[in-house]
């Protein structure tokens, strides 16, 4: 099994981002209030990003059930990075898919090290030890997943924004450098969890100087600054003591186009740093996020072999209803050795053998096409499968 990256290491390469030589002076640009839809530019074709197919979860024990609600949650945390919607757990199809979710499980691995290393506190002056579960899922098979629950897909060719963040705690704004990896460290926990990850300036005494324009959400006056990273979007922010605990303010801009702005108040001040990679994924996600192409829904027959008793007949129908593209089965003929079902689908018939061939229920058989005279019309042929 190919060893999977521990989040810590994650979390520092999202974040560690070394001075980078300026390499030309760009004019500023003022920033334009988000595009209408009139003019929004045609969607790209999405881009596959493996990496966005692996997730890690924290093991509350050993047991077998933990580890299927753990490979459960991490399918969960999978496609919603994957669709950009926080709310794809309710959805009745993936809901469904959860419950099997080691059939979309290409391998996944276990390591265990101690929680010191995290930066947590060890009980009692004995470390406490903490075993993680890394997964990594079949990229086809959650696709048509998402595709057959009627959810968009974000595009894996994201971009890595440039954060300016401020921070005032009653004396005065100031500059989040590189070198304070672990103020914004909820804020690169929840972009890893939403699929973005972010950039630190360096802090130079000139970006250093410039905390009041972060202050301001001055995207025009932070463009020179921003232009040294050859980075066309920026995250810029801004948090501060209030009444009501903290607040904030967030302004997302790509290209010198306002993308979306937020305000958030909470008592937690990482709550609201967080905020700043869940807001910026709610947007670009919204923005960018297209209905992929599996092929036309509807009836589609298919031939299953090796159902020879009852008990086979209902392990084939507990496994096809337990599909999330399957919407319903409908049996038009059995005899001794098979049974020929009408399945109605929320994806093509591709999309169904995809998710099939991630699963251990059912095995597709080869079938030979029929010879025909010409001119005579192309008839399906029977899609055929047996039953292991």
Same mark, same amino acid.
């Given at each position: 099994?190919?060893?999977?990256?521990?989040?810590?290491?994650?979390?520092?390469?999202?974040?560690?981002?070394?001075?980078? #030589?300026?390499? +030309?002076?760009?004019?500023?640009?003022?920033?334009?209030?988000?595009?209408?839809?009139?003019?929004?530019?045609?969607?790209?074709? !999405?881009?596959?990003?493996?990496?966005?197919?692996?997730?890690?979860i924290e093991l509350n024990s050993?047991?077998?059930?933990?580890?299927?609600?753990?490979?459960?949650?991490?399918?969960?945390?999978?496609?919603?990075?994957?669709?950009?919607?926080?709310?794809?757990?309710?959805?009745?199809?993936?809901?469904?898919?959860?419950?099997?979710?080691? &059939?979309?499980?290409?391998?996944?691995?276990? /390591?265990?090290?101690?929680?010191?290393?995290?930066?947590?506190?060890?009980?009692?002056?004995?470390?406490?030890?903490?075993?993680?579960?890394?997964?990594?899922?079949?990229?086809? #098979?959650?696709?048509?997943?998402?595709?057959?629950?009627?959810?968009?897909?974000?595009? %894996? /060719?994201?971009?890595?924004?440039?954060?300016?963040?401020?921070?005032?705690?009653?004396? +005065?704004?100031?500059?989040?450098?590189?070198?304070?990896?672990?103020?914004?460290?909820p804020l690169a926990q929840r972009? =890893? $969890?939403?699929?973005?990850?972010?950039? =630190?300036?360096?802090?130079? !005494?000139? $970006?250093?100087?410039?905390?009041?324009?972060?202050? @301001?959400?001055?995207?025009?006056?932070?463009?020179?600054?921003?232009?040294?990273?050859?980075?066309?979007?920026?995250?810029?922010?801004?948090?501060?003591?209030?009444?009501?605990?903290?607040?904030?303010?967030?302004?997302?801009?790509?290209?010198?186009?306002?993308?979306?702005?937020?305000?958030?108040?909470?008592?937690?001040?990482?709550?609201?740093?967080?905020?700043?990679?869940?807001?910026?994924? @709610?947007?670009?996600?919204?923005?960018?996020?297209?209905?992929?192409?599996?092929?036309?829904?509807?009836?589609?027959?298919?031939?299953?072999? @090796?159902?020879?008793?009852?008990?086979?007949?209902?392990?084939?129908?507990?496994?096809?209803?337990?599909?999330?593209?399957?919407?319903?089965?409908?049996?038009?003929?059995?005899?001794?050795q098979s049974v020929q079902l009408?399945? &109605?689908?929320?994806? +093509?018939?591709?999309?169904?053998?995809?998710?099939?061939?991630?699963?251990? /229920?059912? $095995?597709?058989?080869?079938?030979?096409?029929?010879?025909?005279?010409? %001119?005579?019309?192309?008839?399906?042929?029977?899609?055929?499968?047996?039953?292991?």
């Amino acid at each position: 099994m190919r060893p999977i990256a521990p989040l810590l290491t994650l979390l520092l390469c999202a974040l560690a981002l070394p001075a980078i #030589a300026q390499t +030309g002076t760009a004019k500023p640009r003022a920033v334009a209030p988000a595009a209408t839809e009139a003019a929004a530019t045609p969607k790209a074709r !999405p881009v596959r990003d493996p990496a966005l197919y692996k997730a890690e979860i924290e093991l509350n024990s050993q047991g077998a059930a933990e580890r299927a609600n753990a490979t459960a949650r991490a399918l969960l945390q999978v496609i919603v990075k994957l669709t950009g919607n926080p709310q794809a757990g309710g959805n009745a199809n993936v809901r469904r898919a959860l419950a099997s979710a080691g &059939d979309y499980v290409v391998e996944s691995a276990t /390591a265990t090290a101690a929680s010191d290393r995290e930066g947590n506190t060890a009980v009692g002056g004995a470390p406490v030890y903490k075993t993680r579960l890394s997964v990594e899922f079949d990229p086809a #098979a959650v696709d048509f997943l998402i595709a057959g629950a009627g959810l968009k897909y974000w595009t %894996g /060719a994201r971009p890595k924004p440039l954060l300016w963040l401020a921070i005032d705690d009653g004396t +005065g704004p100031r500059l989040v450098s590189a070198q304070q990896i672990n103020v914004v460290r909820p804020l690169a926990q929840r972009g =890893l $969890e939403r699929g973005l990850r972010f950039l =630190l300036p360096s802090g130079t !005494p000139t $970006e250093m100087a410039a905390a009041n324009a972060i202050w @301001n959400l001055d995207a025009a006056a932070l463009q020179p600054l921003s232009a040294r990273y050859r980075n066309d979007t920026q995250l810029i922010g801004k948090v501060y003591r209030s009444r009501s605990g903290w607040s904030g303010w967030w302004l997302l801009v790509q290209d010198g186009q306002e993308v979306s702005r937020w305000p958030v108040t909470d008592a937690d001040p990482r709550k609201v740093i967080a905020t700043g990679a869940e807001g910026a994924a @709610n947007a670009l996600a919204k923005r960018d996020a297209v209905w992929l192409d599996t092929g036309p829904a509807g009836l589609y027959a298919i031939e299953v072999g @090796n159902v020879r008793q009852q008990e086979d007949y209902l392990k084939l129908m507990r496994y096809l209803t337990s599909l999330s593209v399957v919407r319903r089965v409908h049996v038009t003929r059995a005899d001794p050795q098979s049974v020929q079902l009408q399945l &109605d689908l929320s994806v +093509g018939q591709r999309g169904f053998r995809t998710l099939v061939a991630a699963g251990d /229920a059912l $095995e597709a058989v080869a079938v030979p096409e029929a010879p025909r005279a010409e %001119g005579e019309p192309v008839v399906p042929s029977l899609a055929r499968f047996v039953l292991k």
